[in-house]
Nanobody, 123 residues
Framework: HVQLVESGGSSVQAGGSLRLFCAASGDTSRGYCMGWFRQPPGKRREWVAAIDTDGRTTYLDSVEGRFTVAQDNAKNTVYLQMNNLKPEDTAMYYC??????????????????WGQGTQVTVS
């Protein structure tokens, strides 16, 4: 079992930056990829970005070039650096991990373990 805890969410002005953190604990050795997701108020959760154990990354088109996902394996932490934030980025942000699957499946909502989320508000 894996536990995930997100942090770093805050309120910022448009054009600002935030770094979100996802700290993993438990059986982290079985992780295959880590994903970031968001759920705007009143909308469905959507996939934002993912990174696999080899450092390969992929992004939602609307965040490509503004968001960067990275990992520190020694600290069992994954980061989401968000630059040039826009009001439409306002959402609860979640991280999740899965222990198996194809690389394409890392760009879906099909993940096993989820954190509780951290709120990002852009005005």
């Amino acid at each position: 079992h894996v536990q995930l805890v997100e942090s770093g969410g805050s309120s910022v002005q448009a054009g600002g930056s935030l770094r979100l953190f996802c700290a993993a604990s438990g059986d982290t050795s079985r992780g295959y990829c880590m994903g970031w997701f968001r759920q705007p108020p009143g909308k469905r959760r959507e996939w934002v970005a993912a990174i696999d154990t080899d450092g390969r990354t992929t992004y939602l088109d609307s965040v490509e070039g503004r968001f960067t996902v990275a990992q520190d394996n020694a600290k069992n932490t994954v980061y989401l650096q968000m630059n040039n934030l826009k009001p439409e980025d306002t959402a609860m942000y979640y991280c999740a991990t899965k222990s198996r699957g194809s690389w394409s499946s890392c760009s879906s909502l099909d993940f096993e373990y989820w954190g509780q989320g951290t709120q990002v508000t852009v005005s």
